[in-house]
């Protein structure tokens, strides 16, 4: 699925909630669809951002041995090295330093990104005068666990969306065997990524624009089986239920499930036509709930597709008193019209 990379920004910040922070960074027009020109045009704007700003600092603790108490000293070095008899002392101190966890992190992927095949030259130069202005940081090697350690505040907030773009490309940075260059591996290819990508872009975007359409919306709810187990044993076995998204006012309330497929359509027989389980599995979601009563019983069910091809023109059916509906959304279109189409198909115009 071919969706251009502006896009993939806007359901990136989504994911991530960082739609805020996403707006800090001008990323202007990428001259190839690919997501390391992009990514290296969102590091260096976010640099420079930050450095406008001023970079954040922290406290890192040093040691040394030195003739001047700084900090503590620490007794059991001192004495087994027998410092004192040369007036010196083993000392541990706070250090406040740019040489942050984060700020090292953001000199690395930069370096790492420089180094990467298919990289734009004007990307390159502008990651390039950015690395520069990093010059007192030191780097460090780039591993997965590292992000683990990462804290933010509300000072330091936009660090966490740089970091995020960090980890997403140390995720897919593969380095040659020389270690020279390195090669970006297409996230973009993965259905997988892909499908938790757009899920998490569904959710939060109803989230975000509350006030626009004014349902409450909960994410990743579960929904009880209305089932009662014969034996004990019976009860452990039953599947959860987890609808992606459930939005409720006191009118309506929508149960919408989000799907990523190359396809939207299934082919059976010949004949194009909505995937059969995922219908079956918006039907169990509305049925279970209609026993609970109130707005229950005439709750809506949604199935939500991406698409760059919008031939499909969706379907509506009622079944068992259910209005239940299928939607694409096109992600080959300007944003503003991604934006009213989802909020069109739960009724806002």
Known sequence: MDIPILNIYYLLSYAWNKLEEADLVSVGQIDKNDAQNLFGRVLSNGTSYLIRRGLDRGYIEHREESRIIRG?????????????MDARVDCSFDELSYNVLHNRILKSTIRALMNTENVDKTIRDELSLSYRK????????????????????????????????????TDNLIVDEEGKTNKFKDFLRDDKVMRYLFEAFVGNFYKKHKEEHGF?????????????????????????????????????????????YKETLQEHHGKKTIHSDNLYQIFSYIKNLEALGGLNEVCEGILLYPTIDPSF???????HGHKVSVRTINLNQEWRGIHEDMLGFIGVN
């Open 72 to 84: 503590k000293i620490n007794l059991t070095p001192t004495i087994k090295k027998n410092l004192l």
């Open 134 to 169: 990093l010059e007192a940081i030191e780097e460090i090697e780039l591993r997965k666990n590292l992000f683990r350690r990462l804290q933010f505040n509300r000072n330091n907030f936009f660090y966490d969306f740089l970091m995020n773009i960090c980890k997403l490309i």
């Open 216 to 260: 409450n919306v909960g994410t990743q709810k579960r929904i009880d089986w209305i089932a009662k187990p014969l034996d004990e044993s019976s009860k452990d076995y039953l599947p959860k239920m987890i609808a992606d998204v459930i939005l409720e006012s006191p009118e309506r309330k929508i149960v919408l499930d989000s799907k990523y």
């Open 313 to 319: 023109p969706g379907a509506d059916y009622e079944i």
